[in-house]
């Protein structure tokens, strides 16, 4: 009863031909593997990497569409392309309890090697779930750990380098406002990031908010 068709808006407008299943099968997209993944956009900044996949065979007659062709996914590169290290605000920073500063400052006492240290505060950004689950006894002080809280970390001996006088993670060099990445030892599963605030002679951070750079 009039003309018939034979493409994908047919079955929708209901005037496909008879045979329109054997003649007009459907085809879905089919596509290639995914390549390999690129290098860093950026070396020296937490950016993305890259990887693509191409279309092989385009959808016909109603068939799958194709599906997304590329993927990203967070990458930082320590090293940039002449070979020279990053700045340190790319080093994730180990922390630990400040209840070990005691002990470590008499350490160092001991053997005459105590360095001036300094502090650096911080405003913790985003914090993962993990550090709140944490229930062995020497994890406890992770709890403390929460978004939007400022706190204190001190940089003492032996965590000091003693050619760059800095410890690793403490966001020098970094700019204003740059995300830095944080991770406590004990538990590698407590992350998170956080801002540089500014660096201090000396802590003032009530002690549950104060930690150590290991």
Same mark, same amino acid.
Request: aromatic residues 8%; glycine residues 8%; contains cysteine.
């Given at each position: 009863?009039?003309?018939?068709?034979?493409? @994908?808006?047919?079955?929708?407008?209901?005037?496909?031909?008879?045979?329109?299943?054997?003649?007009?099968?459907?085809?879905?997209?089919?596509?290639?593997?995914?390549?390999?993944? %690129?290098?860093?956009?950026?070396?020296?900044?937490?950016?993305?990497?890259?990887?693509?996949?191409?279309?092989? @065979?385009?959808?016909?007659?109603?068939?799958?569409?194709?599906?997304?062709?590329?993927?990203?996914?967070?990458?930082?590169?320590?090293?940039?392309?002449?070979?020279?290290?990053?700045?340190? %605000?790319?080093?994730?920073?180990?922390?630990?309890?400040?209840?070990?500063?005691?002990?470590?400052?008499?350490?160092?006492?001991?053997?005459?090697?105590?360095?001036?240290?300094?502090?650096?505060?911080?405003?913790?950004?985003?914090?993962?779930?993990?550090?709140? @689950?944490?229930?062995?006894?020497?994890?406890?002080?992770?709890?403390?750990?929460?978004?939007?809280?400022?706190?204190?970390?001190?940089?003492?001996?032996?965590?000091?380098?003693?050619? %760059?006088?800095?410890?690793?993670?403490?966001?020098?060099?970094?700019?204003?406002?740059?995300?830095?990445?944080?991770?406590?030892?004990?538990?590698?599963?407590?992350?998170?990031?956080?801002?540089?605030?500014? @660096?201090?002679?000396?802590?003032?951070?009530?002690?549950?908010?104060?930690?150590?750079?290991?």
């Amino acid at each position: 009863h009039g003309p018939c068709y034979c493409d @994908q808006a047919c079955a929708r407008t209901l005037d496909c031909c008879h045979d329109y299943a054997e003649a007009c099968p459907v085809a879905p997209c089919v596509v290639s593997q995914w390549s390999v993944w %690129s290098g860093c956009a950026e070396p020296c900044k937490t950016t993305y990497r890259v990887r693509r996949r191409h279309v092989i @065979q385009e959808p016909r007659n109603g068939g799958e569409p194709c599906p997304p062709l590329e993927e990203r996914a967070g990458c930082v590169e320590y090293w940039t392309q002449q070979g020279t290290e990053c700045k340190q %605000s790319l080093i994730p920073a180990l922390i630990t309890t400040g209840g070990f500063g005691k002990a470590r400052k008499r350490r160092a006492a001991a053997d005459g090697s105590e360095r001036a240290g300094y502090c650096v505060e911080f405003q913790l950004v985003a914090i993962t779930p993990s550090c709140l @689950q944490s229930h062995h006894s020497y994890t406890h002080w992770m709890r403390y750990l929460r978004e939007g809280h400022t706190v204190c970390v001190e940089c003492q001996h032996p965590a000091l380098d003693s050619r %760059s006088l800095h410890c690793y993670g403490d966001g020098s060099g970094s700019e204003m406002n740059q995300l830095l990445h944080w991770q406590a030892v004990g538990n590698p599963q407590c992350k998170g990031t956080w801002r540089r605030i500014r @660096q201090l002679d000396t802590c003032s951070c009530p002690s549950v908010h104060s930690f150590l750079f290991i």
